[in-house]
């Protein structure tokens, strides 16, 4: 409790708390310049044998992070973690990855974050709750898809669609819609239906996350996306996990009402995905 109360105290809005009773916590993480080019979100759950016995269980979320990248700053956490065996860690592994992000910002790293579209919300305070002139840059998620999916497969029937109750706080309105599936070509398919109604197209975010249990292999095929609300996917697929729902897509649309929620937002994109898929 201790170590979550000084967390919250040094990174102030970048920590945010996903889950009190279950111990999720998220902290989004960046390179330190003004206009932070490298951000990371670090989500971590803390077990009942944390700090003594078990380490946390963490997930770093970036578009960028892929591959090497992710391998490097996976073993430098792992590394921190056995050094302390026993002691509060999380302090040390925001500071690395911190490190990873200035060195990264510094070097002469041609490689740009993957990034289609931002969020309009930039959690650290700048004094200015309302972004007029925001205008948001539709891209299309379900062209994210297309790699998974070939176009020589035949149509396979479309899974029915659910609505949630929509939740509006200060002029934003989430709303959740799941559909079952049982392959990617069904998530793609469900993604299209929705772009259909041009509310949904309209929204500023359209944040998915899917889980399909594969029989054959015993493994899930799941992935996300934040569609421009930075790792909102991460922690929407991070829900369904501890939930243990699978065989499901769910996305939750955003529509921006001008005024900044901070991090009320995540709050709001979890309770709508839950109350849904508990209906």
């Given amino acids: 409790i201790d170590e979550i109360e000084a967390l919250s105290s040094i990174y102030g809005e970048d920590w945010c ?3 009190e009773d279950e111990k999720i916590y998220c902290i989004k993480i960046s390179d330190c310049l003004d206009q932070p080019k490298w951000t990371l979100c670090l989500q971590v759950i803390l077990p009942p044998g944390y700090p003594t ?3 946390p269980i963490y997930q770093l979320n970036a578009p960028w992070l892929r591959g090497q990248d992710y391998t490097e700053l996976a073993n430098s956490l792992e590394e921190i973690y056995i050094q302390n065996i026993g002691e509060s860690i999380l302090y040390l592994w ?3 990855i911190r490190e990873v992000l200035v060195e990264k910002a510094q070097s002469s790293d041609p490689g740009e974050p993957d990034i289609k579209k931002t969020s309009e919300e930039v959690d650290e305070d700048n004094g200015d709750d309302f972004l007029l002139d925001y205008q948001p840059v539709q891209e299309d998620p379900v ?3 297309d790699y998974i999916t070939s176009e020589s497969q035949e149509d396979e029937e479309l899974p029915s669609i659910h609505h949630g109750n929509p939740l509006t706080d200060r002029r934003s309105t989430f709303q959740a819609h799941l559909a079952p599936v049982v392959t990617p070509r069904q998530v793609k398919r469900v993604l ?3 772009y259909e109604n041009k509310k949904i197209a309209s929204a500023t975010h359209n944040i998915y996350a899917y889980r399909i ?4 292999k015993q493994t899930f095929l799941q992935d996300c996306e934040d569609d421009g609300e930075t790792a909102a996917g991460g922690r929407l697929l991070h829900l369904m996990q501890i939930l243990n729902v699978h065989n499901v897509l769910v ?3 955003r529509w921006y009402g001008g005024i900044l929620l ?3 937002r995540f709050k709001h994109i979890n309770n709508c995905a839950r109350n849904v898929l508990v209906e």
């Fill in 17 to 19: 708390v996903v889950d």
């Fill in 213 to 216: 249990y594969c029989e054959d």
């Fill in 94 to 96: 925001v500071e690395k």
């Fill in 53 to 55: 016995a078990e380490p």
């Fill in 143 to 145: 062209k994210m898809l």
């Fill in 192 to 194: 299209e239906k929705l």
């Fill in 251 to 253: 996305v939750v649309s």
């Fill in 262 to 264: 901070g991090p009320d």
